[in-house]
């Protein structure tokens, strides 16, 4: 036996009263089904891009964005120059500070480090 109670009204049964222990048990099933979900959820939602530690810490700690995206990719200033467009002087330039880098040169190096243009962002 169960030890479930109905409550009918009109015949029909409308409500449910159930032991403790069994309602603890269902609660904890049901929070580990939503979470599930969830996670199948989110998974289903990964567009497969993650930042990692070493990159997020390395510009909390102050680093310019585009010389730590550079390094993780294990490009050379020389390399990436080439992909972007630009000379390696003038990615020199806005690796130390020196110069912002103007949106379309910025945009051209975020192609090709494989970022958006947000990553590349200094607040």
Known sequence: ???????????????AVIPIELFERLSAAME??????????????DDGFRIPAAVANAILDGEQPVKVWREQRGLTQDALAARAGISKPYLCQIETRKRVGALKTLRAIAEALAVSLNDLHEA
């Open 1 to 15: 036996m169960t030890g479930i109670q109905f409550i009918e009204r009109d015949g029909k049964r409308e409500f």
């Open 32 to 45: 580990d089904a939503q979470d599930a979900a969830l996670f199948d959820a989110v998974r289903a939602a």
